[in-house]
């Protein structure tokens, strides 16, 4: 015979100084768990809605990202009549030769400097790109001195706010427009006219990168084959977000363990604390445990009950922990990026976080009522009533 749900439910409510006890240390941890998983899901979200699934980026064979590469004029020229790519109502083939360099700029808040990754782009940037919107202002004008910047890094660097300007190379930039892109890695960098960055930094007219539309996103793998095979030019090409959730795949995967680490301390240490909160409870109910058994419940629903309080606490707990978490949905971070650069990214809290939590919480409520459940199960009915 099985003691009922609504046993358990009351037995929460009466001793709720106990309870309130375990479910604040459980929200605790699931509410960090849940700002954690948030912070490494939004940065992997960055890299990975950054380019399009049918775009792909072509770089020098063997450079470990755009920042060391370097591909001659007669080889862009080579790629870009390829009849895989793409072309515009004009004819023209979409693809925008790039170049990327990094500068030291300082943060808003306590003027500490920082990488910040400077990308010198041509007027087919922005259709070979897609989802590029200027949010505040207007495009750049090429061949003048104006930069956009994205929303991330604009919330991040000093100086720069619509209209107004940043010191690079001795130069001065304005800013004319503020853009988004859908929440990608571009958002956390400063766009310019390619030849004005060539000439301000010195540097012979190359592209490092070419970024460029194709037909399909299937074709990428025969594309791809064909230009490691090919002698007359020394590029690699690869799918565009796969190519810059590579650049910052072990920083992603440092804050996924970072989250896990601290998690599983945390939850050991939310554990230990159920169960001695079970084993109070457990105590206290001695009698009323005795009493049970000699009514003819078995030693099974004893340990099924006691196991489903302390998941039902687990569970209010990670509910809780769920809500307390919510705020941290509105938070920005920042971190290295490719090329050693800083890529800001909001945190991305999502319902398979929240189950995750929920899930979390649940298996604390497990181990953390086992042991206790097995003691109240094994308690002698005789000794239970002579306990009292």
């Given at each position: 015979?099985?003691?009922?749900?609504s046993?358990?439910?009351?037995?929460?409510?009466?001793?709720?100084?106990?309870?309130?006890?375990?479910?604040?240390?459980?929200?605790?941890?699931?509410?960090?768990?849940?700002?954690?998983?948030?912070?490494?899901?939004?940065?992997?979200?960055?890299?990975?809605?950054?380019?399009?699934?049918?775009?792909?980026?072509?770089?020098?064979?063997?450079?470990?990202?755009?920042?060391?590469?370097?591909?001659?004029?007669?080889?862009?020229?080579?790629?870009?009549?390829d009849?895989?790519?793409?072309?515009?109502?004009?004819?023209?083939?979409?693809?925008?030769?790039?170049?990327?360099?990094?500068?030291?700029?300082?943060?808003?808040k306590?003027?500490?400097?920082?990488?910040?990754?400077?990308?010198?782009?041509?007027?087919?940037?922005?259709?070979?790109r897609?989802?590029?919107?200027?949010?505040?202002?207007?495009?750049?004008?090429?061949?003048?001195?104006?930069?956009?910047?994205?929303?991330?890094?604009?919330?991040?660097?000093?100086?720069?706010?619509?209209?107004?300007?940043?010191?690079?190379?001795?130069?001065?930039?304005?800013?004319?427009?503020?853009?988004?892109?859908?929440?990608?890695?571009?958002?956390?960098?400063?766009?310019?006219?390619?030849?004005?960055?060539?000439?301000?930094?010195?540097?012979?007219?190359?592209?490092?990168?070419?970024?460029m539309?194709?037909?399909?996103?299937?074709?990428?793998?025969?594309?791809?084959?064909?230009?490691?095979?090919?002698?007359?030019?020394?590029?690699?090409?690869?799918?565009?977000?796969?190519?810059?959730?590579?650049?910052?795949?072990?920083?992603?995967?440092?804050?996924?363990?970072?989250?896990?680490?601290?998690?599983?301390?945390?939850?050991?240490?939310?554990?230990?604390?159920?169960?001695?909160?079970?084993?109070?409870?457990?105590?206290?109910?001695?009698?009323?445990?005795?009493?049970?058994?000699?009514?003819?419940?078995?030693?099974?629903?004893?340990?099924?009950?006691?196991?489903?309080?302390?998941?039902?606490?687990?569970?209010?707990?990670?509910?809780?922990?769920?809500?307390?978490?919510?705020?941290?949905?509105?938070?920005?971070?920042?971190?290295?990026?490719?090329?050693?650069?800083?890529?800001a990214f909001?945190?991305?809290?999502?319902?398979?976080?929240?189950?995750c939590?929920?899930?979390?919480?649940?298996?604390?409520?497990?181990?953390?009522?086992?042991?206790?459940?097995?003691?109240?199960?094994?308690?002698?009915?005789?000794?239970?009533?002579?306990?009292?």
């Amino acid at each position: 015979m099985a003691l009922p749900l609504s046993y358990n439910f009351r037995n929460v409510i009466v001793r709720w100084k106990s309870s309130l006890l375990a479910i604040f240390g459980i929200a605790l941890v699931v509410s960090v768990f849940i700002a954690l998983a948030g912070m490494s899901n939004g940065f992997r979200h960055a890299l990975r809605s950054t380019g399009r699934t049918d775009n792909a980026i072509v770089y020098q064979r063997g450079s470990a990202s755009e920042l060391t590469s370097s591909i001659p004029k007669d080889q862009e020229n080579f790629l870009k009549v390829d009849a895989r790519i793409q072309r515009d109502a004009n004819g023209r083939p979409l693809a925008s030769p790039e170049m990327v360099v990094v500068a030291n700029l300082l943060h808003r808040k306590d003027l500490t400097p920082t990488n910040v990754t400077i990308r010198g782009v041509t007027p087919l940037a922005f259709d070979v790109r897609g989802g590029i919107s200027i949010r505040e202002g207007r495009r750049l004008t090429f061949g003048l001195g104006e930069i956009i910047v994205g929303q991330r890094i604009a919330e991040r660097i000093e100086g720069l706010d619509l209209n107004g300007s940043i010191k690079i190379q001795k130069l001065n930039w304005k800013v004319v427009g503020i853009f988004t892109s859908e929440g990608s890695g571009f958002e956390s960098e400063i766009w310019m006219d390619s030849k004005v960055l060539s000439q301000a930094f010195n540097r012979r007219e190359m592209a490092q990168s070419i970024s460029m539309r194709l037909t399909s996103a299937s074709v990428i793998p025969e594309f791809a084959e064909e230009l490691k095979a090919d002698p007359k030019v020394q590029v690699e090409l690869k799918e565009e977000r796969q190519y810059y959730e590579d650049q910052a795949g072990p920083i992603a995967n440092s804050l996924l363990a970072l989250a896990g680490f601290v998690s599983i301390v945390m939850g050991i240490g939310a554990v230990f604390g159920g169960m001695n909160t079970m084993y109070a409870i457990v105590s206290q109910r001695t009698r009323e445990i005795g009493t049970l058994r000699a009514l003819g419940f078995s030693r099974a629903s004893i340990l099924f009950s006691f196991m489903v309080e302390s998941v039902l606490l687990a569970l209010i707990g990670g509910a809780v922990g769920c809500v307390l978490a919510m705020p941290a949905s509105t938070l920005t971070a920042a971190t290295g990026g490719p090329g050693f650069s800083e890529v800001a990214f909001a945190f991305r809290i999502t319902p398979a976080t929240h189950a995750c939590g929920l899930g979390f919480a649940a298996l604390m409520g497990i181990l953390g009522g086992l042991f206790p459940a097995f003691r109240a199960a094994r308690v002698p009915i005789a000794a239970a009533l002579k306990d009292s």
